[in-house]
Every structure is written in structure tokens, then in C-alpha cells.
């Protein structure tokens, strides 16, 4: 459904993404794993239309990516909301823009499940921790049941108890709504873990596409080798493996 075909993407002088091709269907994830400056946030910003494609072309369904209102888990959790404004009235926006209302139901759900008392939703952004401000980024993304969620590294705030519930709850709901799920990521580990398929980036270009279980037995390019060696050291795809 998500197509991505063979994008180019300058920002200033910078190359930074090249000739990437990825794809992602309907109740899919895709992990994008790399090192910092690898261009991971550019290719969220460009599926976004946030950034001029210098060459390429990006669909969603066949139609351009906004049509379908994707949903966002941005990397700054704070940085994410209206400073001014208590947390719920940003939660509430993507219900807001489709005209819908909010289900209290739906509220107290996602609530539960990402470990988050109701009044912190009353409080302004500077108010709650990084990590509980990361947690609302994640509700407000999931609130109006969007067909493509794009997370740049949407656990990194959080303790390892946290991110493991946390990420139980997206899988959750992805089974049940049948979301695209396009996760960036340092941590091979999380993406290992929850992805169906590993695009390994670096230096603005896409070394290889592999599915997951493939990909932790027996990465294609050098550099998948090299990262998952570099994972194995750390202890963060053991269980997995
Ligand atoms: N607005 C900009 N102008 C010029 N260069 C930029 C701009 N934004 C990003 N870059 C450069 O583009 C490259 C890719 O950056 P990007 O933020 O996409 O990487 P990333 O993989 O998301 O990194 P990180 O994991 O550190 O967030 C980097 O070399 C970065 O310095």
C-alpha cells in the first residue's frame, strides 16, 4: 500500500536520501534501521511531503501519502505539542480533523495500556515527564485508527518494562486495526522483535531490504552483518535469535 520508488532527496547541499525504493502493506511493519545521519528522519519527513523529492515518487493506495492522514510518533516527545495547551487537546486534533469525537471508551483503552493516568492528559507538555510526553505522542497517533502510523524511534524515552508493555500495545492493536506500521530505529533489538521486514540505511541509501527472521539469521549486505554482529555483543537480539 505504502509505496516509496526510488526517491532522491536534497536537503541544502546534502544528498541525503538516494534512489530508496521501500514498500509496506495494510497491517505490516517495516523497521528502518541505521546509524545517526543515515537519513531515517529525512525519508519520514519526505513520506510526509514535508521535503522536496529531487526524483521519485511516493503513494500511499495510489494517491499521495496526506490523502490518507498517517499518523505521527515524533522522535522529541515534548516538541510534539502545543506548549500552550493541556495534552488533551492534542490528542484530541486527529479525531477533531477527521469530525469525529472522541471515544471516551477508546480513550481509556489506550490509556490503560500505555500506563498513563488520565490526568496527566490535563496538563501541558512542560508538566510530564520525556518519557510520559512520549507515551501521549503514541496515543495521540493511534486515537483516530489511521490506516499508516510512521514512529521514529517512538520508545527511546521510556525504561525497558515500559517499552516492552508499550510495544505489546501497538502490536495489539495493530492485529486488531490493521495499521501499516513503519517504525525508525537505533535499536535493532526492538526492531528485530516487531518487525516483519529490516531496511538497513546508511549514508542515504538503502543496503537491503530483508524479512526480519531472515535478516537476524543471515543479513545480505556487509553492513546488516555488521550491525547485527554489533547487536549480538550488546545482548540485544538474543531473544530473538
Ligand atoms: N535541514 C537540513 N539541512 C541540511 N542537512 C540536513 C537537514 N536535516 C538533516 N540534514 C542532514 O541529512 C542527513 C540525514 O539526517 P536525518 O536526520 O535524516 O538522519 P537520521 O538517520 O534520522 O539521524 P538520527 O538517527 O541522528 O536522527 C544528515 O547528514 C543531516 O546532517
Redesign the pocket.
Known sequence: MLRVENICVK????Q?LTDVSLSLDAGRTLAVV??????????I?AILGLVKLAQGKITWASVAVPSCRPALVM?EPRAAFNPALPLLRSVSEPMVAQGALMSQERLVRLCDGLELPLDVLLRRPAEVSIGQAQRVGILRALIAKPPLVLF??PLSALDAVTQKHTARLIADLQREEGFASLI?T?DLGYAAAYSNEMAI?RD?RVEETTPTDIFIQEPRSDYGCALRTAAFALGALEAVA
Open positions: 536537503r541544502g547541499k546534502v541525503t541505521g546509524e545517526s545521519g543515515a537519513g531515517k528522519s529525512t525519508l519527513a522522535q521514529d524511534e525508525v537505533h540505511l542515504g
